[in-house]
């Protein structure tokens, strides 16, 4: 098989899309044949949840099969890999234990490398067209991580006043960790829970499209209710209702993104 390239849905603001994003783009990647493996890296464990029940989640959780265990013991990541009820997509999910992450990365050698070093060889092998990793809403040494590991970047920004303050927050942050992996780039802004009734989202389009050098991803992810369904269900919108105007989004912009990044 081909490269594996690693994307990460990062951006310090909580309930800006960044986890419905990364689960649906995943899974309607895997829907279009490509082999994808998610990386839930946030305590909240919502990534896993997007696929499997509570109750396992929260096995999941407190065993050894979870990114928290795997980075303390630096182990690669092969070992890690659950498979998802769909074709070509697995997970490797979370753990709420990720709550003392940053402080365990302090004293650690090399520590803004350490999920690099994990992935590096699922990477090699090359079994995965695409790694998506879902990142929690903090700029810190674990995002740096999660950076660090990845070769593009997708922002979900919500299309509200709240959704863009703080954004130079994080480009400023992606400076930083530019330095030290000048090979990360930004693949784009994507929108997120667009209310089209109310004016306010042409504002949030306009001020995006001044940005200087920043792709913005041309579908757009309206609010729709079926995103909630399905989160209920543990299901993500392009399985679990198909013809939803949601699931449409995502898929168009699952290509936008492939197109994008090969
Ligand atoms: N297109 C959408 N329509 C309706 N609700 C959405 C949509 N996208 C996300 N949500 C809801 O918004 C909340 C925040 O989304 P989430 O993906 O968890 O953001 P983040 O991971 O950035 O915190 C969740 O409760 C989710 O159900
Ligand atoms: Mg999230």
């Not at 994003?21 to 890296?41: E, F």
């Amino acid at each position: 098989m081909g490269k594996t390239i690693t994307i990460c849905f990062t951006n310090n603001k909580g309930g800006s899309g960044k986890t419905t994003t990364c689960s649906n783009l995943g899974a309607a990647m895997a829907q279009a044949g490509k082999k994808v493996l998610l990386i839930d890296g946030d305590m909240q464990l919502n990534l896993s949840l997007a696929f499997f029940p509570e109750n396992w989640v929260l096995e999941q959780a407190k065993g050894e099969k979870n990114l928290y265990c795997a980075i303390g013991k630096q182990e690669e990541l092969s070992g890690y890999v659950v498979h998802t009820p769909y074709e070509n997509l697995d997970l490797i999910p979370s753990s709420t234990l990720m709550s003392s992450i940053e402080y365990e990365l302090f004293t650690k050698w090399q520590r803004e490398f350490i999920l690099r070093k994990c992935i590096q060889k699922i990477k090699d092998a090359g079994n995965y067209d695409y790694i998506l990793i879902d990142a929690p809403p903090t700029l810190g040494g674990w995002v740096m991580n999660i950076l660090c590991a990845s070769d593009r970047v997708i922002i979900p920004v919500e299309a509200s006043p709240w959704g863009m303050f703080g954004l130079a927050n994080m480009f400023e942050f992606l400076n930083e960790v530019k330095q030290i992996t000048p090979e990360l780039e930004v693949a784009g802004i994507a929108v997120t829970k667009v209310d089209t009734r109310k004016s306010y989202y042409k504002q949030t389009m306009e001020t995006l499209y001044e940005l200087e050098d920043i792709h913005v991803f041309e579908q757009i992810i309206r609010v729709d209710s079926s995103v909630e369904w399905s989160q209920d269900n543990s299901i993500p919108v392009v399985e679990y209702k198909k013809s939803s105007r949601s699931a449409r989004e995502y898929t168009r912009l699952a290509e936008e993104v492939m197109e994008l990044c090969q």
